[in-house]
């Protein structure tokens, strides 16, 4: 390949780069202009919160069996581990087999099953999302926000 032949290709990947980082700054600047600032409420969970679901969704016979496989999840910190058990819960929904399958995911990922039982809607619309305004990822996330906290204080 000739010198010739490699400035034009570097002159061309130049002006390609500039104009894709200048789409990129015009988008990051109109989600700004919008005044709102994305944010994911987390739940503040205490250990009883977890004892309260198992007790509301699972029967009196199953306790203890859904106990076993809440503890079965570990993590560090103590407090993220609460939110994970909380989550498997959720998406549970009163079944020892599918608690059981989503402690294993967890154990291999916790934030897959936190994003499905915290931001369902959002987590759901990910692979279009940076196509959204920014209001509707914040829509989104109030909405998931609204449920979970209506799920966890049934």
């Known amino acids: 390949m000739g010198r010739d032949t490699l400035v034009v290709i570097l002159g061309i990947f130049a002006l390609l780069s500039i104009g894709v980082w200048s789409a990129l700054k015009q988008r990051r600047v109109a989600n700004r202009a919008e005044g709102k600032k994305l944010g994911q409420p987390a739940p503040e969970l205490i250990p009883e919160d977890v004892e309260r679901v198992v007790r509301r969704d699972f029967s009196a016979h199953q306790y203890d069996d859904a106990i076993d496989i809440l503890n079965g999840y570990v993590s560090a910190p103590e407090c993220a581990a609460i939110r994970v058990r909380v989550a498997a819960l959720k998406l549970a929904n009163g079944d020892l ?14 934030r897959d099953v936190l994003a ?39």
């Open 97 to 110: 087999d599918s608690l059981r399958k989503y402690i294993a995911s967890a154990q291999r990922d916790y």
């Open 116 to 154: 499905a039982a915290e931001y369902p809607e959002y987590w759901k619309a990910t692979s279009r999302v940076c196509d959204l305004p920014i209001s509707e990822h914040q829509r989104l996330v109030d909405a998931d926000w609204k449920q979970y906290e209506s799920w966890l204080r049934k």
